[in-house]
């Protein structure tokens, strides 16, 4: 699990700068953050979730639908699985909150296949717009280990002349919705349960009253054959 998680973080590292170069276009058309009281763009607020997504045709693999929003506008984003990836949706929905109805905004994804990221480029042009998408794995949806997808956002602007960029995250978007609840149920990735380790050393400390208890019988019986 180490090995794998640290071959997630080097591929979000590349991902993280490698954006800037492929935002610098995007970005001039992208507003600058105003003033001190806007949204800082590097302490952002996401939160989402995954769930069963929907078949594609030609395809038997496990299709998990994501949707998120987040506290401001970004111009990238990666999600992280500790479950292989096996395909991505190229072109995610963009819609508006609270209408739901779909806005120009437009997002275009990539992943390694097999992989364990799904690199996202585009824009949304205000805060809380939901983007829906989804990723394929080879595993059944509710067998555990479950997946539960981390996500990081990155925003793009030009501040000063200078383009910018900032980065929030990470934010745990859970394990899929409408599985039969089991032992890891409640918990993620980012909140793990509680691994309870048993306290071996009461376990010896009767062990050695034992061999003590022993011992003095051992001088009972020995003191009796003495004359």
Not at 15 to 26: D, Y
């Amino acid at each position: 699990m180490h090995a794998l998680t640290t071959a997630a973080h080097r591929k979000a590292t590349w991902w993280l700068v490698a954006i800037v170069g492929s935002l610098t276009a995007l970005s001039l058309a992208v507003p600058a953050i105003g003033s001190a009281e806007e949204t800082n763009p590097n302490n952002y607020s996401c939160s989402g979730s995954l769930a069963a997504g929907k078949p594609e045709v030609g395809s038997e693999e496990q299709q998990v639908a994501y949707a998120f929003h987040c506290s401001g506008p970004i111009t990238g984003y990666q999600l992280q699985s500790q479950i292989p990836v096996t395909g991505v949706e190229a072109s995610p929905l963009v819609s508006n909150i609270p209408s739901g109805k779909p806005v120009n905004d437009t997002f275009s994804c990539s992943s390694e296949v097999p992989g364990y990221a799904d690199n996202c480029v585009g824009a949304t042009v205000s805060q809380y717009e939901t983007i829906a998408g989804q990723f394929a794995i080879a595993t059944k949806l509710c067998a555990e280990p479950r997946v539960d997808a981390v996500l990081t956002v990155a925003y793009a602007y030009l501040e000063k002349g200078v383009i910018t960029q900032a980065i929030s995250g990470p934010f745990d978007l859970g394990r899929p919705t409408n599985c039969p609840p089991d032992a890891q149920s409640g918990w993620t990735r980012l909140s793990p349960r509680p691994v309870v380790v048993a306290a071996a050393g009461k376990h010896h400390g009767k062990g050695h009253k034992g061999h003590k208890g022993a011992g003095k019988g051992r001088g009972k019986k020995a003191g009796k054959k003495r004359p």
